[in-house]
């Protein structure tokens, strides 16, 4: 491609809402442009990046023995509210009218829709295992896009499906998986860390997310780096410091003004914070048929022991809230407590209480006491007070132990580039997908999900692969193997040279950037480092002087090598090769965790 030809420009500032250095580069190599918060148009160098990683995903799929097909961008919400999704979901799923006033949505993933066609297309036993996939467009109405291609409104997704007959073939083809997004995100040249993650509106047994570690991420991540343990953290577990055993002594109510917080209550009395137990008042959204207040909406008090604090994705779950908002003063009051100063005792029986395990084992806490100024020592679960749900509602921050081996957890933050989950049959039950096994019995489809972003992956590989100049993207990623720079004005032997250069390399096929534009040697090589292809050529009327054109790899530093006119083709064939090698050596088997 020559670049005089090129549709896009490369930009000297990006606009001032970009942030990242992914969204920085990619506006300013002139990959990507935005059209409105969220939403993108991929620019030729950004599709060819796009299209390579798509052959790279299509290739490791087919391995593994999926079906490449292509579903609709627009369902009917039939299909959605068989599921139980079209309610469970919140704004980020668009619904709309067609002209005939059905309900339609636009899709956000396609689990529904894969089990519509299981119901169809699968009768017997024989036909399983079964594995399908696709690249399509998603819109998911995200509040807040940020970060360029890291958090978007409309992407392209690669979700495959498999279908099973067993638990024995999901978790076969769940493994599969696991093998095949490490070979993936390692052939684009980026690390990533699988950790074990929350199965959401999903559903299912089991889930996976692949992390690239960075601190763009909105991820939170709790990682042992003593014996490998990896979470998230809405669903990390830690060991919790177990308090010591004693007799229930009686209730004292004490006057603590001002001490409207832990810290303020600890420091009153005189005591540890995890001699309290605080309580977390949220509103939960909850399916009509399951709430027990107006609109799908039920107070939930959560209460956890003072020195931690609660995750509300581990509450949500433990409440089977579809999502949870924090209450507002006139919700907690109407329920018969006192902000600052709350208790679940003598609560209104419609507030859904819900105790992390380690309130449960610890005894004789202080507790609010429902009156502003006054707290109660020696609250004990059982006696004084009973949650409806009891669950580990606590979130996993630094330092806090290792579930599997005690050592101490650090926090990081990660940015979630694909993830896997064990779906079972919720989604093969309620849309009829079934199949007769060896002994005719009816039996429902098992399945499994699995999900990368394209456009995200591609942010990934950039923030993986940039330096001060600009991009620096893998062989394996790259719009094109080659830039090719003439610094020729006019026609000549340096233009000669590389317009015979040129046509030999696209020959061999050797897809190349041939900046043939009449810009100074300066701009073209800013422009070379800024959209990152792994080597560059330099053909200029000094070096063919001495017979030599000028070969460097991106990122290399210093100046690059002088080599022969007549052997810089076979060079470049070497170099890109050697590149590949590098990549294909990281491609090994990973140790499955679950």
């Known amino acids: 491609m020559r670049m005089t030809r090129l549709f ?97 949505v636009l899709a956000t993933t396609h689990e529904e829709i894969v089990a519509d066609l299981a119901s169809r297309e699968i009768r017997s036993y024989r036909q399983l ?11 998911r109405d995200e509040a807040r896009p940020t ?55 999903m559903g299912g047994s089991a889930a996976h997310e692949f992390m690239y570690l960075n601190e763009v991420g909105e991820n939170t991540l709790a990682l042992c780096d003593a014996c490998g343990y990896a979470a ?24 603590t003004p001002g001490a409207a917080t832990i810290a303020e209550l600890a420091a009153f009395l005189d005591i540890p914070a995890s001699r309290t137990a605080k309580a977390v008042f949220l509103v939960g959204r909850f399916k009509a048929s399951e709430a027990g207040g107006e609109a799908g909406e039920r107070l939930v008090l959560a209460m956890i022991r003072g020195d931690l604090e609660v995750n509300e994705v581990k509450l949500a779950n433990a409440a089977g809230a579809l999502s949870l908002r924090p209450a507002h003063d006139e919700e907690i009051a109407a329920a018969g407590a006192v902000p ?22 610890s005894p004789n806490l202080v507790s609010g ?37 005690g050592a101490p957890l650090r926090i990081a933050r990660g940015v979630e580039v694909g993830n896997i989950f064990q779906l079972g049959t919720r989604y093969s039950e309620a ?19 699995y999900g990368i972003g394209v456009g995200r992956l591609l942010a990934c590989v950039a923030e993986e692969h940039h330096d001060g100049n ?76 001495k017979g030599t054109l000028e070969v460097k790899l991106r990122g290399a530093s210093g100046r690059g090598e002088e080599v022969p006119v007549a052997e810089v083709a076979g060079r470049v064939e070497e170099e890109l090769a050697e590149l590949r090698r590098r990549i294909e050596e990281s491609v090994v088997p990973v140790e499955y965790s679950d």
């Open 8 to 104: 896009s420009q490369t930009l000297r500032e990006a606009p001032a809402d970009a942030q990242v250095p992914s969204h920085i580069l990619l506006l300013r190599a002139g990959y990507i442009r935005q059209l409105a918060s969220g939403i993108f148009s991929y620019l030729p160098l950004a599709h060819r990046a796009l299209s390579r990683i798509e052959e790279i995903i299509r290739e490791e799929m087919d391995a593994i023995g999926g079906q490449e097909i292509k579903m609709p961008v627009v369902h009917a919400a039939d299909v959605w509210k068989e599921s139980g999704r079209y309610e469970e979901y919140d704004e980020s799923l668009t619904r709309f009218h067609d002209r005939h006033g059905r309900d339609m």
């Open 129 to 139: 295992p079964a594995m399908v996939y696709h690249f399509q467009t998603k819109w």
């Open 147 to 201: 970060s360029g291609l890291l958090r978007v409104r409309e992407f392209t997704m690669k979700d495959s499906y498999s279908l099973d007959a067993g638990p024995e073939g999901l978790e076969a083809q769940y493994r599969a998986h696991y093998q095949a997004y490490f070979n993936i995100f390692r052939r684009c040249g980026l690390p990533v860390r699988a950790v074990r993650s929350d199965v959401g509106m």
């Open 232 to 255: 998230n953290t809405e669903v990390a577990r830690f060991a919790k410091a177990e308090a010591a055993a004693e007799e229930p002594a009686p209730l004292e109510k004490v006057a």
């Open 340 to 361: 600052g100063y709350a208790s679940p005792m003598g609560l209104a029986e419609s507030v859904l209480v819900v105790a992390d395990d380690s309130v449960v084992s």
């Open 369 to 405: 006491a429902n009156e502003a100024g006054y707290h109660v020592r020696n609250v004990n679960h059982g006696r004084d007070w009973e949650a409806a749900v009891v669950d580990d509602i606590a979130l996993a921050e630094a330092g806090h132990a290792c579930p599997d081996c």
């Open 431 to 449: 849309l009829g997908a079934s199949f007769l096994d060896e002994q005719g019995r009816e039996r429902p489809v098992i399945m499994g999900s």
């Open 470 to 545: 600009g991009l620096s993207l893998p062989v394996t990623v790259a719009p094109y193997q080659v830039h090719l720079v003439s610094l020729a004005k006019a026609e000549g032997p340096a233009r000669s040279a590389a317009e015979a250069l040129y046509e030999e390399l696209t020959a061999a096929g050797v897809e190349v950037l041939y900046d043939d534009r009449g810009e100074n040697p300066g701009v073209k090589f800013n422009d070379a480092d800024l959209i990152g292809c792994p080597v560059r050529v330099t053909v200029g009327d000094r070096g063919l002087k």
